[in-house]
């Protein structure tokens, strides 16, 4: 007897429910984010960062002292590891984080006043410029949030967490009229 799995998102029941089409702030979920943990050994950091940035559609996110999160929306699992291990062993390591973490997209006009709400960071645009990232705590959770764009956001949570953490930008945009669905 074989036993067959249906995929599904964590967060496919929280969304259901919510309306089909975005309002200006919107909350969108990503369904298959690739994302990889990349740690730097000692006196590479530089070397290891520009390495990441000149990657093609990896998007780099600073999580710490010597660690980023490679994201892509674009490339699988397989190409990123690919790409990733055409880097120096010596210099770089790295493991698949894609089915820990969720990715949640935030935007719209109304998106740091929403935000401010649930991190305790300052999100003015000349302390936290679009292309800065951070761990912080989001909604009383670990999260690494990063600025995509003038008006959006994207926060990576722990896929444990990330029902709570979605329902909390709910309620904290529910003055904002925020929407959420899954992103196309």
Known sequence: M?????????LED???????TPNPNHL???RRPTIFSVLTHADH????LVALKSMPDVSVRNAGPQEWLAVSEALGAESLARDLGMLD?????????SDGRVLLRLSGPSVRRILAK?????????AFAVGSSA????????????????????????????????EELMEMGREFALTAGFAD
């Open 2 to 10: 074989s036993i067959s799995y249906q995929n599904r998102h964590v």
């Open 14 to 20: 929280h969304i259901s429910g919510f309306e089909a």
């Open 28 to 30: 969108a979920v990503i």
């Open 45 to 48: 950091e530089e070397w290891a």
């Open 89 to 97: 062993a010596a210099r770089v390591s790295f493991f698949e984080q």
């Open 118 to 126: 649930c991190v305790a960071i300052d999100l003015h645009p000349q």
């Open 135 to 166: 761990n912080m705590l989001c909604c009383h959770v670990g999260a690494n949030l990063a600025l995509v764009g003038p008006e959006s956001f994207e926060i990576i949570v722990p896929r444990s967490y990330a029902g709570s953490v979605f």
